[in-house]
Nanobody, 125 residues
């Protein structure tokens, strides 16, 4: 069982930056792929970014490419989502999710077994 805890959300003005963290409880976290998803009010949850267990492969939804960057520190059991040039449409609850890696980096939320509680990101215009 893996427990995930997100942090780093908050209120920021458009154009600003935030760094989200996702800390895991598992000793074997280095074998897990991690995805970031978000859900805005009245909308379905959507894929934002994913990073492979080794950190060598990442994937991003088109709307955040060039603005968001995913990284990880397996020694600290932590994955990060650096969010720059934030826009009001980035406002959502952000979730990290994890799954045992099978060498395919998935963007579908149903592929992920473990989820954090979410952290609110609000971008004001």
């Amino acid at each position: 069982q893996v427990q995930l805890v997100e942090s780093g959300g908050g209120l920021v003005q458009a154009g600003g930056s935030l760094r989200l963290s996702c800390k895991a409880s598992a000793r074997t976290f280095g074998t897990y792929d991690v995805g970031w998803f978000r859900q805005a009010p009245g909308k379905e949850r959507e894929f934002v970014a994913a990073i492979s267990w080794s950190g060598t492969t990442t994937n991003y939804v088109d709307s955040v490419k060039g603005r968001f960057a995913c990284s990880r520190d397996n020694a600290r059991n932590t994955v990060y989502l650096q969010m720059n040039s934030l826009k009001p449409e980035d406002t959502a609850v952000y979730y990290c999710a994890a799954r045992n890696s099978d060498m395919v980096l998935y963007i579908s939320d149903y592929r992920y077994n473990y989820w954090g509680q979410g952290t609110q990101v609000t971008v004001s215009s």
